[in-house]
């Protein structure tokens, strides 16, 4: 059974820094690229950040860009986002996913997803 546990969230400050965790269980972490993805209320859930399985290919949202870095631990089954610079528009729930192997950035090709992290930014 395939399970993914964000943690980090929590109520920061415009201009502060955040890491988000997601520890992998269940399944060969190293053959699965890793994503996150945030909903905010009233708006569909997006990407913010995809690497894949080899850490080699990533992707990020323009939104984001230069501001957060997504990372991995295959030793540890567990993916990271660093957050810096955050905005007010950053308020969102964050998931953590996963997709065997192949590299995408569709939240709807990623079957498994963890249960969010808050992350509040307030100006």
């Known amino acids: 059974q395939v399970q993914l546990v964000e943690s980090g969230g929590r109520l920061v400050q415009a201009g502060d820094s955040l890491r988000l965790s997601c520890a992998a269980s269940g399944l060969t972490f190293s053959r699965y690229s890793m994503g996150w993805f945030r909903q905010a209320p009233g708006k569909e859930r997006e990407v913010v950040a995809v690497l894949n399985w080899n850490g080699v290919s990533t992707y990020y949202a323009d939104s984001v860009k230069d501001r957060f870095t997504i990372s991995r631990d295959n030793a540890k089954n567990t993916v990271f986002l660093q957050m810096n610079s955050l905005k007010p528009e950053d308020t969102a729930v964050y998931y953590c996913?996963?997709?065997?192997?192949?590299?995408?950035?569709?939240?709807?090709?990623?079957?498994?997803w963890g249960q969010g992290t808050q992350v509040t930014v307030s100006s």
């Open positions: 996913a996963a997709k065997v192997f192949a590299f995408e950035y569709d939240p709807s090709k990623f079957p498994f």
